[in-house]
Nanobody, 121 residues
Framework: QVQLVESGGGLVQPGGSLRLSCAAS????????MGWYRQTPGKARDMVSIITDSENPNYVDSVKGRFTISRDNAKNTVYLQMNSLKPEDTAVYYC???????????????WGQGTLVTISS
């Protein structure tokens, strides 16, 4: 009922930058939070950054000072600006959204399909 479409992944050299985008659409009444997670083969999916309306954004320690999350509420879109990228940032990045459905007011949680970010020289 809620779809997330991600874009912006790719291959970049160490020290470079990328900007990920994720747009939510569907039967949305409100969005409580949007965020980014990442996963490498054989490992769990870990939180990178989450943004809500009421709190300061959260970041995993390893990306603080390098990544910036932002949100366009009018477009139900979240962005992740990634600077000073390192090889250890290589992963599939997944968008996540939590909110309430327009039709039932039930809470939903949706995931994007994932976008591959590769940091390599």
């Amino acid at each position: 009922q809620v779809q997330l479409v991600e874009s912006g992944g790719g291959l970049v050299q160490p020290g470079g930058s990328l900007r990920l985008s994720c747009a939510a659409s569907g039967s949305i009444f409100s969005i409580i939070s949007m965020g980014w997670y990442r996963q490498t083969p054989g490992k769990a999916r870990d939180m990178v950054s989450i943004i809500t309306d009421s709190e300061n954004p959260n970041y995993v320690d390893s990306v603080k000072g390098r990544f910036t999350i932002s949100r366009d509420n009018a477009k139900n879109t979240v962005y992740l600006q990634m600077n000073s990228l390192k090889p250890e940032d290589t992963a599939v990045y997944y968008c996540n959204a939590r909110g309430r459905l327009r039709t039932t007011f039930n809470v939903f949680e949706s995931w994007g399909q994932g976008t591959l970010v590769t940091i390599s020289s």
